[in-house]
């Protein structure tokens, strides 16, 4: 009976895997094989904390599953429910309150509370993990959104490398002098997201969302809102200088601009690993602008950063497995290592690589990091950040950038009273 | 019996079953139960008395199958039914809400959007590629040579796997860079970029298109199939009697497809309010939730919003909808 | 020899040569649509990256490099992707005829007070969706077997994948079309040799079917390989992805288009060559009129 062999065969086989996998402690974020030099400090870094941990608990068979994923909001869930997700993975700041509420996360408060490097972390990034007194993140990195732009076209054009567009008029017009459709140039990437949109409508002196802990209103219909808005539809429809796709996601930006495709785009300096190595740009023609003021003279971009979380289903073995993993990769001798190394093996310094504390601000690189962060504000710490930011920006922003006649105050008012009622 | 004897008779019942002339297959028996014919009350051999009882015998061939249906099938749809009354977050423990899913289901915006979407759909798959597969069957039967030529290339999107196909059409339908605005760009009124995937009235008809692509060739195969049951008299005695080309194919080929046209419409209907990974890859729910489909809709909330209770109780209405169409559709077959 | 519309005499005629062959044009144009995106994936994974954003787009490639390829293997564990794939495929394809064609023979022949109860239930799974049954599973996979606070943790392997796919409602009923009409006379007659009703079923009844159960076989290796959204949700390691999967999140992490054609393109071939060395069975199959109304 071939067939019924093979079916048990296929059935006790990996059953019997899962069973010898079950426990072992797993990390993801491991750089894709396309950043290789990455991958390599990444699993030294990984090696290294290996071999201590495991001679520190004294099990010399201690392992570690690296995985190479990043968080992405719909299937993150799943994953960590599903009881075999990672033990500590990297999320970004304004999914946390979220995955908190929710059960998935484990809280750090006693780890946390008897950590030495705690008071190097801003308050300020221990307060956005903070839900309901438990804190249920570590703070590993920070970034800042800041407009990119290439130096080749940017020079060609006539402009200096020493004047950014200094506000959105200026925006406009650089806009419309590098975009050259006959050789495929579009000026100005744009994705319509809805921290993107976000950091035009502080621009503009206003708040997607207004209030605090006790409370949240929308603020995003208000004037501020509407003039960001207006703005940058007209960049699409009427000047026309965006990329030929309206709902270009980030990757697709970044793509086209190391391609030359694009001359200027809003991005965070995280990207710069792939635009050099996985999409193959020259570091040399990449500048770093901070983002144009608004037309009240504000200039606004958003901080973001990631925190490490652990799962709440992980085992006390792998808990405190996971805290060692934290606490290593934030120490001072780790992140130093990193930094060498970054340089050894030619990667750009930037400021997203390195843990939020304070012990790198006086090394060469970070005095942008400085600056771009006194403009800079976190997202608003909304409870359902995740949710919200999905029905705004597949309900409304994709309809805004889609629809040359659409009316933007209309929607933007209906999307208020929507969100006002389903999750504030 | 002398083997050669049984091996004969096995061949010739073989034929019969398979295929061979319509006019000499072997006609199925009229099946009395075995438990019900004379030599039931013989001592049965071979498995012990307990075992061949006849009732017993049944559960050992039907209890595998059905214990898999239980827990893999008839378990989750219970336990569907029971998460729709319920909140509940995955990890949480799950409190019980009574109708509110179904009522906050029968008013919410969206899911009303999503049930004209998948109309739409549906509507739009038959209107533009209904006609096609059957007017390809009927092409494909005149063939006398080149037909294995024709099923290979009109096969192949169905053999594909769904999730590169669709990708491929992803970037063929891209509104700047993809080649279908390519190819339209060749002729005389210049270039074109027409935005298939993010215009909100364009992506659904994109679907529609990449869905046909898939099932055409397939249904073309299913006609094909049925077309060549119909014997050779019929045709020649509708050429005799002079009837025209378009008359045949009324008189003859037509009523030869209706009950394979009903029930591949059946199934298209079926596929149509179930499709998820077409829409997920193509759009993901399109520009501004313009193809949202059920499939999706039930997935990010389960899994977005983290609102399963609510996810369930739109399966239990999807579900409780396609067996209420199934069991009109029968209904009306079986009246005309 | 089997005959259509159109007679022998009636073809020589010049009108139905012309618009028989007008309809050939036709189908050949439809033809070359049917295989025009095959023919685009492999032109985009040709190209170097730098040539993939053309407005519009450059129908023919400037210059070809096989780069993408070497990419797409370095990046995507074809390997691994593809024999998680065909053991889950395959053993849900056999592990399905193995749990049907039991029961289509038991439903068929077989007397039982509950045949109109099974018969009901089973069409009724028949009808429901697949996105219904998504969460349940999933709770059910992550506590085997009966989803509450203990049990078996199957995700993330692939257990998960194969378990659900071993109900199939449509090999089932198909079976039982098939089955019934099997002729009564080789069962009794074997029945009064002294066969068992188990001996009856696999020494006479399956050798004969296995027409239909390879085609069978073959249509549930194909859903499995197919599957997208169960898998989505049940695995979260990549090493356990199936290689549509992989390929999916190749496109979601950034990859660009020509890397991405190019895993596309590994991942479509082996799928091809399997199914076109079993098409001839595959096509013959349906000929089998037996389960089509």
Redesign the interface.
């Known amino acids: 009976m071939k067939p019924l062999r093979v079916l048990v065969f296929g059935l006790a086989f990996p059953a019997a895997a899962c069973a010898a996998e079950a426990g072992v402690f797993s990390v993801w974020n491991r750089p894709p094989a396309a950043r290789a030099a990455e991958r390599k400090i990444w699993d030294e870094e990984l090696a290294d904390f290996s071999a201590t941990y495991a001679r520190t608990i004294g099990e010399p068979t201690f392992k570690v599953n690296a995985v190479s994923r990043e968080y992405v909001a719909q299937q993150f869930v799943p994953v960590m429910a599903g009881g075999k997700g990672p033990d500590v993975a990297k999320v970004r700041a304004e999914a946390l309150p979220s995955l908190a509420r929710q059960g998935l996360l484990a809280s750090l408060k006693s780890e946390v509370d008897g950590w030495d490097q705690r008071a190097f972390v801003p308050q300020v990034f221990w307060d956005a993990a903070t839900v309901e007194g438990k804190i249920y993140g570590v703070p590993c990195d920070s970034y800042v959104t800041v407009l990119m732009v290439r130096k080749d076209l940017w020079v060609q054009a006539g402009y200096s490398i020493d004047q950014p567009p200094a506000d959105w008029a200026a925006l406009e017009a650089a806009a419309k002098r590098l975009n050259d459709p006959a050789r495929g140039v579009a000026g100005f990437g744009f994705s319509p997201t809805i921290e993107a949109v976000g950091d035009f409508v502080r621009q503009a002196g206003g708040e997607l969302f207004r209030g605090g802990p006790a409370g949240w209103e929308p603020s995003f219909q208000e004037n501020p809102g509407t003039a960001a808005l207006t703005y940058l539809r007209r960049l699409r429809f009427e000047d026309g200088v965006l990329q030929s796709d309206p709902l270009a996601s980030r990757e697709e930006l970044a793509q086209l601009f190391a391609l030359g495709r694009l001359a200027m785009m809003m991005g965070v300096p995280d990207q710069m690993p792939d635009l050099i190595s996985r999409y193959g740009m020259d570091p040399g023609e990449l500048l770093l602008f901070p983002l144009p003021a608004g037309p009240t003279g504000v200039h606004a971009a958003h901080a973001g950063g990631e925190y490490f979380v652990v799962n709440a289903s992980a085992t006390p073995r792998n808990k405190a497995a996971a805290w060692a993993y934290i606490r290593t990769q934030l120490s001072p001798g780790n992140q130093l290592y990193r930094w060498r190394r970054m340089n050894e093996l030619g990667l750009p310094i930037f400021p997203g690589a390195f843990s939020t504390t304070a012990h790198l601000s006086q090394l060469p690189g970070f005095q942008l990091m400085e600056q771009a962060l006194s403009s800079a504000r976190p997202e608003p710490a909304l409870p359902k950040w995740p949710q919200i930011k999905d029905d705004l920006e597949s309900g409304v922003l994709e309809l805004l950038f889609t629809q040359a006649d659409a009316d933007v105050s209309g929607e933007l008012r209906e999307a208020a009273e929507r969100v006002r009622e389903l999750y504030l | 019996m002398n083997p050669r004897e049984e091996d004969s008779r096995l061949e010739r019942a073989y034929e019969g079953l398979l295929g061979g002339d319509v006019d000499e297959g072997v006609a199925p028996i009229p099946a009395t139960p075995w438990e019900e014919s004379p030599e039931a009350g013989a001592r049965l051999p071979g498995w012990g008395g307990f075992f061949a009882r006849p009732g017993v015998v049944a559960w050992t061939f039907l209890l595998p199958a059905l214990a898999a249906f239980f827990v893999f099938s008839w378990l989750p749809l219970l336990r569907g039914l029971v998460l729709s009354f319920q909140d509940f977050g995955l990890v949480k423990e799950a409190n019980w809400v009574g109708l509110d899913n179904y009522l906050r289901a029968m008013s919410d915006p969206q899911v009303i959007a999503t049930l004209v979407h998948a109309i739409a759909f549906c509507a739009l798959s038959l209107a533009l590629g209904f006609w096609a597969p059957v007017a390809l069957a009927l092409y494909a039967n005149e063939l006398r040579r080149g037909r294995g030529l024709l099923k290979a290339v009109f096969f192949l999107p169905f053999l594909t796997p769904t999730v590169p196909a669709v990708l491929v059409w992803r970037w063929i339908l891209d509104g700047g860079y993809g080649a279908l605005n390519a190819v339209l760009s060749l002729g005389p009124w210049g270039p074109v970029r027409i935005p298939w995937l993010t215009d909100p009235a364009l992506a659904l008809l994109s679907l529609v298109l990449v869905f046909l692509w898939k099932t055409t060739g397939w249904n073309a195969l299913i006609y094909q199939a049925a077309l060549r049951d119909v014997p050779a008299e019929v045709y020649e005695i509708a050429e005799l009697d002079g009837t025209g080309l378009w008359q045949r194919i009324r008189a003859v080929s037509l009523p030869i497809l209706r009950p394979t046209m009903a029930f591949l419409l059946l199934m298209q209907v079926i596929t149509t309010l179930q499709i998820f990974t077409e829409v997920h890859l193509l759009t993901g729910g399109g520009p501004a939730n313009s193809t949202e489909m059920i499939a999706t809709y039930m997935y990010k909330r389960s899994f977005l919003y983290l609102d399963i209770g609510y996810a369930a109780a739109l399966g239990v209405l999807l579900f409780l909808a396609l067996l209420g169409f199934t069991a009109a559709r029968l209904r009306s077959l079986e009246e005309s | 020899?089997?005959?259509?519309?159109?007679?022998d005499r009636?073809r020589r005629s010049p009108a139905v040569r012309l618009g028989?062959g007008f309809?050939?044009a036709v189908?050949a144009l439809?033809?070359c649509?049917?295989?025009?995106?095959?023919a685009?994936?492999l032109l985009?994974a040709v190209r170097p990256?730098?040539e993939?954003?053309?407005?519009?787009?450059?129908?023919w490639p400037e210059s070809w490099g096989l780069s993408a390829f070497v990419?797409a293997l370095?990046?995507l564990p074809l390997a691994r992707y593809l024999w998680n794939s065909v053991?889950v495929s395959?053993?849900s394809a056999?592990?399905q005829?193995?749990?049907?064609a039991?029961?289509a023979?038991?439903?068929a022949?077989?007397?039982?007070?509950f045949k109109p109860l099974?018969t009901l239930?089973?069409a009724?799974?028949l009808?429901?969706?697949?996105?219904?049954?998504?969460?349940?599973?999933?709770?059910?996979m992550?506590a085997f077997?009966l989803?509450g606070r203990s049990g078996w943790?199957?995700?993330?392997?692939?257990?998960a994948l194969?378990?659900?796919g071993?109900?199939s409602?449509f090999a089932?009923f198909t079976l039982k079309a098939f089955l019934?009409?099997?002729?009564?006379?080789?069962?009794?007659?074997a029945?009064?040799?002294?066969?068992?009703?188990?001996?009856v079923?696999l020494r006479?009844v399956l050798p004969?079917s296995r027409?239909i159960l390879t085609v069978l076989g073959l249509f549930g290796f194909?859903a499995a390989?197919?599957a997208?959204?169960w898998p989505?949700?049940?695995v979260?390691?990549?090493a356990h992805y199936t290689?549509?999967?992989g390929?999916?999140k190749l496109?979601?992490?950034?990859?660009?288009?020509n890397v991405?054609?190019a895993?596309?393109?590994l991942?479509?071939l082996p799928?091809?060559a399997l199914?076109?060395t079993l098409?001839g069975t595959l096509?013959r199959g349906?000929?089998?009129?037996g389960y089509?109304?």
């Open positions: 020899m089997p005959r259509g519309l159109l007679g009636e028989f309809a050939t189908v439809m033809g649509a049917t295989l025009a995106p095959f685009w994936m985009t990256a730098g993939l954003f053309a407005s519009p787009a450059r129908l990419d370095e990046r053991l395959g053993v056999l592990g005829l193995a749990l049907a039991p029961a023979w038991g439903l022949h077989m007397r039982s007070r099974w239930l089973l009724a799974s009808l429901v969706p697949v996105e219904t049954l998504v969460v349940p599973l999933f709770l059910e992550r077997p989803g943790n199957l995700l993330d392997s692939p257990a194969i378990l659900p071993l109900v409602a089932l019934g009409r099997f002729p009564r006379e080789i069962r009794d007659s029945r009064l040799d002294g066969c068992s009703e188990w001996g079923f006479f004969m027409s194909i390989w197919n997208f959204f989505l949700v049940a979260s390691d990549p290689l549509v999967l390929v999916q496109l979601e992490s950034g990859e660009p288009w991405v054609m895993a596309s393109a991942s479509v799928s091809l199914f076109m098409q096509a349906l000929d089998l009129s089509f109304p």
